[in-house]
């Protein structure tokens, strides 16, 4: 996988979780407020679309995955 696959595979995976813990799950975990970690996320990906910079790929980058093609 590449830098920008697998930035958007955490990506999804976080605003599925967010929104799993904001309104199902149990007691102790459930809270309007995982939400906003969904907006955070969304927000990130709006700016990196509008930048075509995205601080999650240059770290995936150094962490050893390869850049796009």
């Keep these: 996988m590449t830098s920008w696959q ?3 595979v955490v990506a999804g995976t ?3 979780l ?3 813990l904001g309104v ?3 007691p102790i975990f459930h809270s309007a407020y995982w939400l906003w970690f969904t907006a955070f996320v969304g ?3 709006l ?3 509008l ?3 995205c601080l999650m790929e240059v770290i995936m980058r150094k962490l050893g995955a390869r850049a796009a093609a």
């Design 14 to 16: 976080f605003i599925l």
């Design 43 to 45: 927000a990130n990906l």
């Design 51 to 53: 930048t075509q910079w």
């Design 47 to 49: 700016q990196s679309g």
């Design 6 to 8: 697998i930035t958007r």
């Design 24 to 26: 199902v799950g149990s």
């Design 18 to 20: 967010s929104l799993a």
